[in-house]
């Protein structure tokens, strides 16, 4: 299997890539699966073992995978391996850590509006009892392998306060009014022809 990881054309060419057990990654994995990959779905990641890589340096920069699953990664030892590992890999919206992973300066995708990185379930698969919500930041710097598991990266639904809803007919004149939550969908047998919200 080295070398297929000594000619990384072959790599990047492959539109699908499977990794079985046993398979070990070189030492250097600078730019593996880098730009120019044609694969979207990387399976059997958990098998590959980089418990003796000493750079993973831009390993995913530029890839098309959606999907990760790093929970077998050991970058514990030392956190300067895993620099810009997934800078702009702008596909990526899900990743799977395990408890010896460190992802400091990985330059995962920028938080933009709403998006945040959402713990959404264990290592097993169970529902995590907290629920914890990070930018991108706060990602890459607080994850310490205390809560392995998946994270995806999705709009983060935000509450509103009240609202008053004031319901006219097409004249102006008042059908009903009252509060409402922001979030919460009026549903109405008549269709209204106008809708006011104010404050």
């Known amino acids: ?14 539109k699908k890539i499977v ?26 990641l958990e098998n590959f073992d980089t418990s003796q890589v000493f750079n993973m ?7 098309s995978v959606t999907h990760l699953d790093l929970s077998n990664f050991d970058t514990s030892k ?21 408890r010896k992973v460190r992802i400091a300066d990985t330059y995962l995708r920028e938080s933009y509006g709403d998006y945040k990185w959402e713990y959404i379930a264990m290592l097993d698969g169970s529902q995590p009892s907290n629920k914890a919500v990070w930018s991108s930041d706060d990602f890459m710097s607080g994850y310490d392998g205390t809560e392995p598991g ?13 609202i008053k809803v004031r319901y006219v007919n ?3 004149e008042k059908i009903s009014d009252g509060h409402h939550k922001a979030t919460v969908a009026y549903e109405r047998q008549q269709a209204l022809e106008c809708l ?3 404050n």
Do not use: H, W
Request: hydrophobic share 35%; charged share 25%.
């Open 1 to 14: 299997m080295g070398s297929v990881f000594q000619r990384p054309e072959i790599v990047r060419q492959a």
């Open 19 to 44: 990794f079985k057990k046993g398979v070990i990654a070189p030492e250097n994995c600078d730019s593996l699966f880098s730009n120019d990959l044609k694969a979207t779905t990387i399976e059997g």
């Open 57 to 63: 340096r831009y390993m995913f920069n530029g890839a």
């Open 78 to 98: 030392d956190k300067n391996i895993v620099g810009e590992m997934f800078f702009n890999a702008d596909n990526l919206v899900s990743l799977k850590l395990g």
């Open 150 to 162: 998946t994270y995806e990266f999705k709009p983060q639904e935000v509450s509103g306060g009240d």
């Open 170 to 172: 097409k004249n102006g």
């Open 196 to 198: 006011v919200i104010e």
